[in-house]
Nanobody, 128 residues
């Protein structure tokens, strides 16, 4: 069983930056594919970024590539999402997720059903 706890959300002006953290419990964090998704009010959950256990397979949604950076520290059981050049349309609840299987394609990493564990979410609000 893995428990995920996100933190780092908040209110930021357009053009600003935030770093989200996802702390995971359990001894097998290093073997999990970690993903970040977001959900804005009235919209479906959307893929943001994901990284395989060693970082060999890392993908981003097109709208976030170049602005967001996913990373992980397996020694701290923590995944991160650095978000720069934030826009009002980035406003959403951001969720981290963990998949026990190695996800090596963008399609697989972007599919929420492939992740068995989810955090409670952290709100990010970008003002114009």
């Amino acid at each position: 069983q893995v428990q995920l706890v996100e933190s780092g959300g908040g209110l930021v002006q357009a053009g600003g930056s935030l770093r989200l953290s996802c702390a995971a419990s359990g001894r097998t964090f290093s073997s999990y594919t970690m993903g970040w998704f977001r959900q804005a009010p009235g919209k479906e959950r959307e893929f943001a970024a994901a990284m395989s256990s060693t970082g060999a397979y890392t993908y981003y949604a097109y709208s976030m590539e170049g602005r967001f950076t996913i990373s992980r520290d397996n020694t701290k059981n923590t995944a991160y999402l650095q978000m720069n050049s934030l826009k009002p349309e980035d406003t959403a609840v951001y969720y981290c997720a963990a998949a026990r299987t190695l996800l090596t394609t963008k399609l697989a990493q972007a599919t929420p059903q492939r992740y068995g564990y989810w955090g409670q979410g952290t709100q990010v609000t970008v003002s114009s």
